[in-house]
């Protein structure tokens, strides 16, 4: 039988296995099998492919792998693959059912791991010794990860967006492994409208922060134009546009017009179209400005960094964003950057309004705007 045959009917016979050739030609099965109702994870190493002669097998037992070869399993002269795989329960000892496992919840966490075992609908991972696990990989949510540890399943880590309180919501509502995992797959699918309400900024906007998005980021900055820009929150992430926000950041005048635009467009918003589409409309535009490929790198370097701290991106992702009132000044600065000035100010300068009263190059008025970006 031709190897591409044998792998289609293994794939068929045993969809949890994979089958691969290891760089010295020998063959390894990996994965999952389904046998006498129980499910068995294992490593077949085949040196000597189609001969089974020296192979090595590991078998997963309560989350630790038992060796087995042609010393310590009898297996017959004639056999192939195909009857390895299909005599494998019985090749095993018997296994012994220890007392702590009938009744602890402990081992009911770890047979309960088995069963979630699904590489067709996400990764599962496990750390040596076994007190975190971790699943990602999540079809169709592929940038999502969900980590916990064991036995107490208490939350480690997660990718749904920061202000979604998911220890919350995992305490009141599940209490197996199973029911967390499921819990969160169906927050996945409630949060794809909001997901979705981003992705097309993402890819069209020159989107400034944050720096690098991810999934648990609810915020975009991106430029409306010159000295200009736009800063969308989403506050609940469930109720996407309900909770929406658009704020304008930049010079006094500027803000106070578009402002003004902004909450005529927003009476008009069209449910039917993105987000992304709906701004374009409110602002009259067809496209948001984009960065200019080639003069990236240079502005980057020169032109946009802070004339506070000389650097352009800090470790928070915060771009210079903030300009004056006056367009002939070239103040272009963090926000984090200038209120920090204006603290070490004398006393009375530390508010937060006050802070932003005055270019500190040529003292035309700053606008209160600014102070958006402060708020992360
Ligand atoms: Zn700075
Ligand atoms: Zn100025």
């Known amino acids: 039988m031709d190897e591409v045959h ?19 030609n020998a063959v390894v099965l990996r994965g999952v099998v389904y046998m006498n109702a129980k499910w068995i994870r294992l490593k077949l190493y085949l040196p000597h492919f189609p001969e089974l002669c020296d192979f090595r097998l590991c078998v997963q037992e309560h989350l630790e792998y038992k060796r087995y070869s042609t010393e310590n399993t009898q297996i017959q002269a004639n056999w192939q693959l195909e ?5 494998i329960i019985q090749l095993l000892p018997e296994e012994p059912m220890p007392d702590v496992y009938s009744s602890q919840q402990k081992s009911n966490i770890y047979t309960e791991i088995l069963e979630l075992h699904k590489p067709q609908d996400y990764r599962l991972q496990l750390n040596d010794r076994c007190t975190r696990i971790r699943f990602c990989g999540f079809a169709e949510h592929e940038a999502h990860y969900l ?22 919501i995992l305490e009141n509502s599940s209490h197996s492994l199973t029911s967390i995992l499921h819990l ?37 900055v991106f430029p ?5 820009y736009l800063k969308l929150t989403i506050a609940d992430p469930f109720a996407s546009y309900a909770s929406m926000t658009v704020q304008i950041i930049g010079p006094t005048e500027e803000v106070a017009h578009l402002r003004h635009v902004l909450s005529e467009g927003l009476a008009n918003w ?5 987000m992304h589409k709906n701004l374009l409309h409110i602002f009259d535009l067809c496209y948001f400005p984009m960065p200019a490929e ?14 506070i701290c000389f650097d352009y991106r800090l470790d928070n992702g915060e771009v210079p964003l903030v300009s004056c009132d006056n367009s002939r000044c070239v103040l272009k600065c963090h926000a984090a950057c200038l209120k920090e000035w204006f603290d070490t100010l004398v006393e009375g300068k530390t508010f937060l309004e006050v ?10 008025k700053l606008s209160t705007s600014f102070a958006v970006l402060l708020k992360n």
Not at 294 to 307: G, H, I, Y
């Open 147 to 168: 980590e916990l540890k064991l036995p107490s399943l208490q939350l480690i880590a997660h990718s749904l967006p920061d202000c979604i309180q998911l220890e919350d």
């Open 6 to 24: 044998l792998k289609r009917q293994l794939a068929l016979k045993y969809p949890g296995l994979y089958f691969e050739r290891s760089k010295n």
């Open 294 to 307: 080639m003069q990236l790198k240079k502005n980057e370097d020169e032109e946009q960094r802070c004339n």
């Open 224 to 228: 409306l134009k010159d000295r200009v």
């Open 184 to 220: 969160y797959l169906k927050l996945l699918e409630e949060l794809r409208p909001f997901y979705e309400s981003f992705s097309s900024i993402d890819e069209l906007c020159d989107v400034l922060q944050p720096c690098p998005i991810t999934t648990k980021h609810n915020t975009r």
């Open 83 to 87: 009857d390895l795989l299909l005599h």
């Open 270 to 274: 069209d449910i039917e179209l993105d």
């Open 355 to 364: 802070s932003f009263g005055l270019c500190p190059f040529c003292k035309a």
